[in-house]
């Protein structure tokens, strides 16, 4: 099920960034634990009572020129229109409505897209009168909050996810491996579709039924049927907009909640850069199988280890995906590029591995007799029995006598247990920690 998308947009200083750390606060503490994740964020995922959805904060996005600033906001507020499902306009009590915030309201007005107006900086309550000038704006809901406090979001965050989509049906059967390609432009992924389209015994299907995206790419090969998601933000369109990371972030995003397995594009020429991480960041957040596919190999200056320092350089990049397998090809000389299919049916397959309760609980008692969990404060984690309740990602929960005591280390060598037993390789895992004595 792909997440919703909510985007935070308002000129600068109202407080958008701290309101978007908040939001993504749990997740983010987690998500720190593991190297190599940036502080950075550029997106995060957020969850208010049983919606889960995507965030990401427009702020930043710079257009020069002149009248910097409105040009700016103007163009996260163009970003916001197209990409989200829910915008939340950020605007600041102290400051009151300003002339950027009338600008800023008439683009989203002609829009019709859901906006809920949230007035920061509400710290007390006699300030709690300041929010009623923002009915002026001209949207329905206005919700006061305060950044410094934190109060005030979870009011925001029940206006935000009534506006979400009714869940949307499944656009493809459970048959059809969904492909998403990522990566920074001029990677390759256009051509790389192309080169997978033009293959031998490659069958494009005629788009049919795809009520939502046209731009979808379906084909089969040697019987598997495949869509290749959201071809369209590969397409240049020329908005000012567009060269921005944030953009290309927020494309991705969509294009891998609705993916299975996600191909993290990197161009072998120029080599990793920060930017390829986040995106791939999100990958591994969403739960998605992946692959690092590097591309241009045609032009890369190689001898025998060439290729075994690339992959060890993508290792010490993305420490948190030490499971995704890494294929080098050249979209233009097609050049390897017969490998690449197999690597994604064989990363869906993992993706969507189901293994049973006795097997996996034997791999789990072996592993704590080899290393039993260490001790915390004199109490040692007693590890009951563990079950796999889903897949896509396999999920595993592991019932304890006291969840507190089950530390990120050891759960990492657990998974290293479970992998090398079961494979998964391509595929992220998660575990819950539950009670039970
Ligand atoms: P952005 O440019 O919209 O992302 O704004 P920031 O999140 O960077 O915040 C701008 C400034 O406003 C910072 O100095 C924040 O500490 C401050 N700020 C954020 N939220 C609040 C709030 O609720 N109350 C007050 N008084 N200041 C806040
Ligand atoms: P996208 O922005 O990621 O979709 O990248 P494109 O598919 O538009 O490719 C960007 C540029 O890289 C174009 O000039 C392509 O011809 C070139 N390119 C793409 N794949 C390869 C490849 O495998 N080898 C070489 N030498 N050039 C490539």
Do not use: C
């Amino acid at each position: 099920m792909a997440r919703p998308v909510v985007a935070i947009v308002g000129r600068p200083n109202v407080g958008k960034s701290t309101i978007f750390n908040r939001i993504i606060g749990d997740k983010l503490a987690i998500v720190e634990d593991k190297p190599g994740v940036t502080r950075d964020r550029l997106y995060g995922i957020g969850e208010w009572l049983t919606s889960e959805f995507s965030i990401i904060d427009t702020g930043g996005i710079e257009i020069e020129g002149d009248d910097q600033i409105m040009r700016s906001v103007r163009a996260q507020a163009e970003l916001a229109i197209e990409e989200a499902d829910v915008i939340v306009f950020m605007v600041d009590a102290k400051a009151g409505v300003t002339p950027a915030d009338s600008e800023v309201a008439e683009l989203l007005y002609r829009a019709k897209k859901p906006v809920v107006v949230a007035v920061n900086k509400v710290d007390n309550l006699q300030r709690s009168d300041d929010i009623y000038e923002f009915y002026s704006l001209g949207f329905g809901a206005v919700i006061g909050i305060s950044g410094s406090h934190g109060t005030g979001i979870g009011d925001l965050l029940e206006e935000v996810v009534k506006h979400f989509p009714e869940t949307t049906e499944e656009e493809y059967g459970e048959d059809v491996i969904r492909v998403a390609l990522i990566g920074r432009p001029n990677v390759g992924k256009s051509s790389l579709v192309n080169a997978i389209l033009g293959e031998e015994r490659v069958i494009v299907s005629d788009v049919e039924g795809t009520t939502r995206d046209a731009i979808d790419t379906p084909f089969e090969k040697d019987g598997q049927k495949y869509v290749i998601i959201d071809t369209a933000g590969m397409r240049k369109r020329g908005k000012v907009y567009e060269t921005t990371e944030k953009y290309s972030v927020m494309r991705a995003m969509k294009a891998i909640e609705r993916a299975d397995v996600v191909l993290v594009v990197i161009d072998g020429e120029v080599g990793i850069i920060e930017q390829d991480k986040h995106i791939a960041g999100y990958a591994h957040e969403a739960g998605k199988a992946a692959v690092f596919v590097v591309n241009k190999w045609d032009i890369v200056e190689k001898d025998d280890k060439t290729m075994h320092q690339f992959t060890q350089k993508i290792r010490d990049h993305f420490l948190f995906m030490t499971y995704a397998p890494v294929v080098y090809v050249s979209a233009k000389t097609k050049q390897k590029l017969h490998k690449l299919l197999p690597v994604v049916n064989s990363a869906a397959e993992q993706h969507a591995l189901r293994v049973q309760t006795h097997v996996l609980n034997d791999v789990v008692s072996d592993a704590v007799a080899i290393t039993p969990p260490p001790t915390d404060k004199g109490k040692r984690l007693k590890i009951n029995y563990a079950t796999q309740v889903a897949v896509k990602p396999p999920t595993f929960v592991i019932f304890v006598n006291d969840p507190e005591l089950m530390h990120f280390s050891y759960q990492r060598y657990l998974e290293n247990k479970i992998r090398a037993a079961f494979g998964f390789e391509g595929t992220p895992l998660r575990f819950f920690t539950r009670k039970k004595s």
